[in-house]
């Protein structure tokens, strides 16, 4: 399983929906379970599962599968 492919997991697990709801170009309000309250179980489940901590200054770019797969690429990448 890809890193790619585990945070559409962990998304998909934080609104309750089907992995296959998840694609590359969805964002918030794409679905009706990604709304401002999806958002923040997104971003929480994220950082429990992935360990991870995003800055504060980027949770308002943590709107789409894409921005967040960039994200956590970056935190990756500064933490190796």
Known sequence: MTTEDTI??????ALE????KITDD???NGIPEWNS???LAIINALEDKLDIS???????ELTSVEGIVEEIAKLEKENA
């Open 8 to 13: 559409k997991k962990i998304i998909a697990e």
């Open 54 to 60: 995003f800055p504060i200054d980027d949770l308002f």
């Open 17 to 20: 929906v089907d992995v296959e």
């Open 26 to 28: 969805l964002a918030i």
């Open 37 to 39: 309250i999806g958002n």
